[in-house]
Structures are given as structure tokens and as C-alpha cells.
């Protein structure tokens, strides 16, 4: 498993935008489909974006499409979540998540690796 940790969540106002980092360890991360989820108070984890190995294919959820890019930089073992046009809806915990597959993956049971997660706070 590669080991993850995010950064770039924080406090932020209605209509404002943050950029979410996540720097990948450990493995190949090149090898790896990557993926952005997020769990509100209260709420199951949900699907937010994901991004293929290369970067070449991108998935959102439908509440952030439009609003939220993934893109990855595999020279950095970065991936990023750039989060635009923020409501107080979005307010979670972000985490990123990494499996040593080739494809896109919209599942939480697709990815094995789990960083510990960044705190987004959209006031209103």
C-alpha cells in the first residue's frame, strides 16, 4: 500500500475555493488510480472526483461537477482536488485514497490506501 497525507482544507466563505494536495509514498505512485472522497457530520463517505493513472481520464460526482477539478502530477507523487464556487454543503473531511490499478474508480471499496484526511470549512 502507498501511505497518503493531504493538505490545503481550512475555512473558506461561500463562493471562495481552496486546492487540496495529497502527497503519495511508498510505492509507484504512477501505478496508482487515485481518488478524492469526503464524509460530512453525521453522512457516509461519498465519492467526490477520481483520476486514472495518467491523468488522461477524469470522474466526478454530480454535486461537484462544474465546480471541483482533479489532476495529478506524477513527477510530484501529487494528486489535487482544486475546489471552486464553495457553499456550505461542501463542509467535510477530505480524504484522498490510492489503489495500485490502472483504471477509474468511483468506489470506496475500489481503493485500498487512505490518507487521514483534511478539514474543509465553507461558512456561509
Known amino acids: 500500500q502507498v501511505q497518503l497525507v493531504e493538505s490545503g482544507g481550512g475555512l473558506v466563505q461561500a463562493g471562495g475555493s481552496l486546492r487540496l494536495s495529497c502527497v503519495a509514498s511508498?510505492?509507484?505512485?504512477?501505478?496508482?488510480?487515485m481518488g478524492w472522497f469526503r464524509q460530512a457530520p453525521g453522512k457516509e463517505r461519498e465519492f467526490m472526483a477520481a483520476?486514472?493513472?495518467?491523468?488522461?481520464?477524469?470522474a466526478y460526482a454530480d454535486s461537484v461537477k462544474g465546480r471541483f477539478t482533479i489532476s495529478r502530477d506524477n513527477a510530484r507523487n501529487t494528486v489535487y482536488l482544486q475546489m471552486n464556487s464553495l457553499n456550505p454543503e461542501d463542509t467535510a473531511v477530505y480524504y484522498c485514497?490510492?489503489?495500485?490499478?490502472?483504471?477509474?474508480?468511483?468506489?470506496?471499496?475500489?481503493?485500498?490506501?487512505w490518507g487521514q484526511g483534511t478539514q474543509v470549512t465553507v461558512s456561509s
Open positions: 485514497a490510492a489503489r495500485e490499478l490502472l483504471g477509474l474508480y468511483r468506489r470506496l471499496t475500489d481503493y485500498d490506501s
Open positions: 511508498g510505492r509507484t505512485f504512477s501505478n496508482h488510480a
Open positions: 483520476i486514472n493513472w495518467s491523468g488522461g481520464s477524469t
